[in-house]
């Protein structure tokens, strides 16, 4: 099979170069490939880097939230036992409490049952474990 064909180069030759050809195209290809894979690479990282400072001022938000979800309950259930002094006292003397604060304790009583509600989704939130 090394007849010489009429450009002079035996089908051997021909089958060297062929491979240089394709090893050449390979390589750049390859090479192109593994440009992409590292450009790919270094913008995941960016990314997930820039995901981890959001969730750590996430959990750190989280954190300040619930100190002062804790420290507004403490401070309605201080009003709500107030209220049951002015309560007691109006009975007493056979008064009725005016509507406005009437009005305050059905807002005081809702307050605490969103703070609840809104405390126990922000400690899923940190039992999620995400930092």
């Known amino acids: ?11 051997k030759e021909y089958q060297e170069e062929l491979e240089k050809v394709n090893l050449t195209k390979a390589t750049k290809i390859e090479l192109g490939a593994i440009d992409d894979f590292e450009k790919e690479y270094v913008n995941a990282a960016k990314l997930h880097a820039k995901g981890m400072r959001q969730t750590t001022e996430v959990d750190e938000a989280a954190r300040k939230s619930l100190d002062l979800y804790d420290q507004a309950g403490k401070s309605y259930l201080k009003a709500n036992a107030r209220y049951q002094e002015v309560e007691n006292a109006a009975k007493d003397l056979g008064i009725e409490l005016p509507q ?10 809702q307050s605490l049952k969103n703070i609840d509600s809104a405390s126990k989704n922000l400690l899923k939130i940190k039992s999620l474990d995400l930092v």
């Open 1 to 11: 099979m090394n007849n010489i064909n009429p450009l002079g180069k035996t089908y």
């Open 100 to 109: 406005k604060v009437v009005a305050l304790k059905k807002e005081l009583s």
